[in-house]
């Protein structure tokens, strides 16, 4: 069965830092990774995904996620937090293996403070 | 181009009732996905429509069905309602052929069952 596992429930970052939320994850193939972003009272917005090829992945609004496949890991970051990242997070994996559901992580919140 | 589109936004039902979502597809995404997502988790799979038939099916009871129309449309009904089945349905499109492509979330129907 595949997982996905957020260990932080909220990060806290000051405007300008960089910012990171972390993802590892557990599949019986080769994953795909997905990471999505949910403002209050709305459905979630696709940020960028990793499918195959170069481990850096580069999506919208600045974000970017690496691939580690020896540390089951795919850490979302952004160099340069803004006030409007402040949201709620999700990683979620589709086993190539296992059809096409996604399975999410428990979402971290990010708060960005000015 | 239209987004993925859901109705109603909001709705409240009594325990026992029954229900009905509505989903309408991105333009060109022949594929609709069902979540669940209660207060404070990460959305869980349902089940997944491709060519009006049942795909894939998350961990849910008989009392979740589904059915998609030869416009790609797709619903969700929910019987027997339980107070537990209170929590932000969300529908999902996306394109079966190709290389794996992203889901795209609708905003959401807000279920209160009281």
């Known amino acids: 069965a595949q997982s996905v596992a957020q260990p932080e429930d909220q990060v806290n970052v000051a405007e300008g830092n960089p910012l990171t939320v972390k993802c590892t994850y557990s599949?019986?193939?080769?994953?795909?990774l997905f990471w999505y972003v949910q403002y209050p009272n709305r459905g979630l917005q696709f940020l960028l995904k990793?499918?195959?090829?170069?481990?850096l992945v580069k999506g919208s609004y600045g974000f970017e996620a690496e691939f580690n496949k020896s540390q089951t890991s795919f850490h979302l970051k952004k160099p340069s937090a803004l006030v409007s990242d402040s949201a709620l997070y999700f990683c979620?994996?589709?086993?190539?293996?296992?059809?096409?559901?996604?399975?999410f992580g428990g979402g971290t919140r990010v708060l960005v403070k000015p | 181009d239209a987004g993925v589109t859901q109705s109603p936004t909001h709705l409240i039902k009594t325990r026992g009732q029954q229900v009905t979502l509505r989903c309408s597809p991105k333009?060109?995404?022949?594929?609709v996905s069902w979540y669940q997502q209660a207060l404070g988790q990460g959305p869980q799979f349902i089940f997944q429509y491709y060519e009006e038939e049942e795909r894939q099916r998350g961990n849910f009871p008989d009392r979740f069905s589904g059915h998609q129309f030869p416009n790609y449309s797709s619903e969700l009904n929910v019987n027997a309602l339980l107070l537990g089945d209170s929590a932000l349905y969300l529908c999902a499109s996306s394109l079966a052929s190709g290389s794996p492509h992203e889901q795209y979330f609708g905003p959401g129907t807000r279920l209160t069952v009281t």
């Open positions: 333009s060109g995404h022949d594929t």
């Open positions: 599949v019986s193939g080769n994953p795909y």
């Open positions: 990793y499918i195959t090829g170069d481990n």
């Open positions: 979620a994996v589709r086993d190539k293996a296992a059809g096409n559901k996604l399975t």
